[in-house]
């Protein structure tokens, strides 16, 4: 134990299994040696190591880390409350009274949290990495439809047509504010604490900027209570994982319901279906289900944080704790489904004709051919009438909009001529789109190539 003697009694067996952290910090370790190695650096550059000792200590720490990769170290979950008191011990045990010098003028308060900004940065880096993989794929896809028709919808009611490609960007913009938002949780973890001690520094003159150099902090911390304190960038860690997570379920949920029988538009390659143990003829779409499922466990975590924090004194209390486990999870979560999203896009087949000969002619059109009506001056309230009549008298009859003659329109209004054809097909309903952001062919196409442009794509 680190605090021994102060006790007359060793610290109960029941409570040290209840209030143990090392089965989950243990995944801190290689950023606890890291910070351990820059803290004795600096403690050997203001002379309360000599360099022999912090020799010593460097080496120790090194074979620490080996041996727990090789498999002939592991910390004893029965003996230590977490990684940090683990490694201290056994650094003591490898090189003798040296070992004992590491932890001047620092607290486990600000150690941990110091670890855990490291592993946050990590962590965001290899997300955004996901993130961008993910895209490529989805852009990839996005190149085969630009000319793959299907309804857009609104209320899940058909809409109005747009293409494959156009539905598929929607998803690469909101993969890219989740980047953004990764990056802005790795500037918000990027400062170093270290040296704020258990909440209000030190006597001993620490180099602070000289660890946050060695260890790749951008900034020191400017007041210690608040440093072992803070989780607010976990929280943000947590919430750029829950928008993530979102986006992806939303996307999951999109491809469960075009792999029904109903829709028919997408298959998914068989590697990522499953069967029935009763139905022989089932293919259930299970990963982007978990997908789906798996988005409450993330926001269970964030939120879980958010309640331990809300009425906690200043500064460190071991509630604190239980801010790990969820973080963990959270990565763990959404870089798996990352990857499993990257994979299933990767395998899927599109029923490239599915919906046009649907959206040929289809009441999908009646926007576009409002449109048309105020192009040759009709007011758009007029228009809009006039439309709903001819929806009324079309559907009465059973007919296309593409099915009325010319005499027919005019019937409704004398201003309809023949080019009112030209918004009514499959074929040329994309190209008719003006605006910027529409599902125009060639703006989706140059949409495509910005992005391959953006993200490297050759
Ligand atoms: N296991 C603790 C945590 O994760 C480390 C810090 C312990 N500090 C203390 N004062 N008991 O928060």
Same mark, same amino acid.
């Not at 988005?295 to 004194?313: E, I």
């Not at 000969?357 to 001056?377: H, N, R």
């Given at each position: 134990m680190l605090w021994g003697s102060r006790f007359d009694k060793q610290f109960d067996k029941t409570a040290l299994e209840f209030s143990s952290s090392l089965s989950f910090d243990v995944n801190l370790i290689e950023w606890d040696i890291k910070v351990s190695k820059a803290h004795a650096n600096m403690l050997a550059s203001i002379g309360i190591l000599t360099s022999n000792e912090n020799d010593q200590i460097q080496t120790g720490l090194d074979n620490i880390i080996t041996n727990y990769n090789k498999g002939t170290w592991k910390p004893d979950k029965n003996k230590f409350e977490d990684i940090h008191s683990a490694i201290e011990e056994e650094l003591t045990n490898l090189i003798g009274d040296a070992g004992k010098k590491l932890h001047t003028a620092r607290s486990r308060n600000d150690q941990v949290i110091t670890d855990v900004r490291l592993w946050i940065k990590d962590s965001c880096k290899i997300l955004i990495k996901n993130i961008i993989d993910l895209q490529k794929s989805i852009i990839n896809l996005a190149e085969?439809?630009?000319?793959? #028709?299907?309804?857009?919808? =609104?209320?899940?009611?058909?809409?109005?047509?747009?293409?494959?490609?156009?539905? #598929?960007?929607?998803?690469?913009?909101?993969?890219?504010?989740?980047?953004? !938002? #990764?990056?802005?949780?790795?500037?918000?973890?990027?400062?170093? @604490?270290?040296?704020?001690?258990?909440?209000?520094?030190?006597?001993?003159?620490?180099?602070?900027?000289?660890?946050?150099?060695?260890?790749?902090?951008?900034?020191?911390?400017?007041?210690?209570?608040?440093?072992?304190?803070? !989780?607010?960038?976990?929280?943000?860690f947590l919430n750029a994982g829950n928008i993530a997570m979102m986006h992806l379920s939303r996307f999951s949920e999109e491809l469960i319901i075009w792999t029904s029988y109903e829709w028919n538009f997408i298959k998914l390659g068989d590697e990522f279906t499953t069967g029935s143990s009763l139905m *022989? %003829?089932? %293919?259930?779409?299970?990963?982007?289900?978990?997908?789906?499922?798996?988005?409450?466990?993330?926001?269970?975590?964030?939120?879980?944080?958010?309640?331990?924090?809300?009425?906690? *004194?200043?500064?460190?209390?071991?509630?604190? %704790?239980?801010?790990?486990?969820?973080? $963990?999870?959270?990565?763990? =979560? #959404?870089?798996?489904?990352? @990857?499993?999203?990257?994979?299933? @896009?990767?395998?899927?087949?599109?029923?490239?004709?599915?919906?046009?000969?649907? @959206?040929?002619?289809? $009441?999908?059109? =009646? =926007?576009?051919?409002?449109?048309?009506?105020?192009?040759?001056?009709?007011a758009f309230r007029e228009a809009h009438n006039i439309l709903g009549e001819i929806v009324k008298y079309a559907t009465d009859n059973n007919r296309k909009l593409n099915e009325l003659s010319l005499e027919e329109y005019k019937n409704f209004n004398k201003v309809f001529e023949e080019d009112v054809y030209k918004y009514l097909s499959a074929e040329t309903c994309l190209e008719n789109k003006k605006t910027i952001g529409s599902p125009n062919l060639q703006m989706v196409k140059k949409s495509i190539e910005n992005w391959k442009i953006k993200l490297g794509i050759n």
């Open positions: 085969q439809h630009a000319k793959t #028709l299907m309804p857009g919808y =609104t209320h899940l009611q058909r809409a109005q047509p747009i293409s494959l490609a156009f539905h #598929l960007l929607a998803y690469v913009e909101m993969l890219e504010r989740d980047k953004k !938002r #990764l990056e802005f949780t790795f500037n918000s973890a990027d400062e170093c @604490i270290l040296g704020s001690g258990a909440l209000a520094g030190s006597t001993i003159k620490l180099d602070r900027n000289l660890v946050a150099k060695q260890l790749e902090f951008s900034s020191v911390s400017r007041n210690a209570l608040d440093s072992v304190s803070n !989780r607010d960038f976990i929280i943000d *022989p %003829q089932k %293919q259930n779409p299970d990963i982007p289900e978990l997908i789906r499922g798996k988005t409450g466990r993330v926001y269970g975590n964030y939120f879980s944080l958010l309640t331990v924090m809300k009425s906690l *004194p200043l500064s460190y209390n071991r509630d604190l %704790q239980e801010d790990k486990e969820g973080m $963990f999870d959270s990565f763990e =979560t #959404l870089n798996n489904s990352l @990857i499993m999203m990257n994979a299933l @896009i990767g395998s899927l087949e599109v029923n490239k004709n599915r919906f046009t000969k649907e @959206i040929d002619g289809s $009441f999908m059109l =009646t =926007t576009d051919l409002a449109d048309y009506l105020v192009t040759k001056g009709v």
